[in-house]
């Protein structure tokens, strides 16, 4: 978030240094010689104008589909002034955000891109229950994790023929820290992995080995070695925070290729030869 802050407060300084029509202007002075609004301009465009672009087109593109009001905007910013008080000021600050403009900028372009990439996933009644569910249990598992589910049903035919789990994720895995443990990530609860991950891991008996799971990170071969209920676990009803869950889910389950898709959709045309998209 402090990177994201950090570009878009350049952003709008890129965009004040291109307002001004005399380029030649002096905007500092020294006895070794001056710089010119020109050679500040070009400065921040070399090191920042790629990314500060590539976020100012992604809002550009997202804004055209969906809508984020000032107020939900202001809701966000409420909430953090009251949970940090006084100290809110010095937080901005210490965040890399100069004024609280660069914050809602920033909060804005989150809301945005959360839109996009849970739009049209669904969360099933089932689901939200199951999850609330597995909030009270932590999971003992293992896994392999391979680049490819070529690689992934190779080890997979491997173990139904009696090899060794631990063996294998030594030689195959390329989680080299597990690995090097037989692929023991030991105890874990909800929201500490990957969904997919997390997922398949409490849908799986002690001792059951899954199918090839897919994540961001590649093919994983999981192994439950043992489950137990959290202790002293003081969890809502159910009733009181099946909507929260939902949206978690929602969160947990988008899609991260959606605003890649959009983006594509919208025909980007770059006209400046000396900045990339």
Do not use: W
Not at 158 to 164: A, M, Q
Not at 229 to 248: A, I, M, S, V, Y
């Amino acid at each position: 978030m402090k990177k994201l802050g950090l570009a878009l407060g350049i952003t709008g300084i890129l965009i004040g240094t291109t307002a001004c029509s005399d380029k030649e202007e002096v905007i500092a002075e020294t006895n070794a010689g001056n710089i010119t609004q020109e050679e500040f301009y070009q400065e921040l465009k070399e090191q920042y104008g790629n990314q500060v672009l590539s976020q100012m087109v992604t809002e550009k593109v997202l804004e055209d589909k969906y809508e984020v009001t000032e107020e939900e905007v202001q809701e966000e910013i409420d909430f953090l002034k009251e949970a940090y008080g006084e100290q809110y000021e010095a937080v901005l600050q210490q965040s890399g955000y100069s004024n609280e403009g660069q914050l809602k900028s920033v909060i804005k372009l989150d809301k945005l891109q959360r839109l996009a990439s849970t739009d049209g996933v669904e969360v099933t009644d089932k689901e939200v229950e199951q999850y609330y569910e597995n909030m009270k249990m932590e999971v003992q598992a293992s896994h392999i994790l391979v680049e490819d589910k070529e690689t992934a049903n190779e080890v997979l035919d491997k173990l139904k023929n009696g090899s060794d789990f631990a063996a294998l994720a030594k030689e195959y895995s390329t989680d080299i820290t597990s690995a090097e443990q037989g692929g023991d990530l030991g105890f874990f609860g909800t929201n500490e992995m990957v969904y997919n991950f997390e997922k398949a891991a409490y849908n799986l008996e002690v001792e059951e080995i899954s199918e090839p799971i897919q994540t961001d990170f590649g093919y994983h071969i999981i192994k439950v070695a043992d489950k137990r209920e959290k202790e002293d676990l003081q969890l809502e009803p159910f009733e009181d925070r099946k909507d929260q869950l939902r949206e978690t889910l929602k969160e947990r389950k988008a899609n991260t290729e959606a605003i890649n898709d959009l983006i594509d959709a919208a025909n980007v045309k770059v006209k400046d030869s000396e900045l990339e998209f």
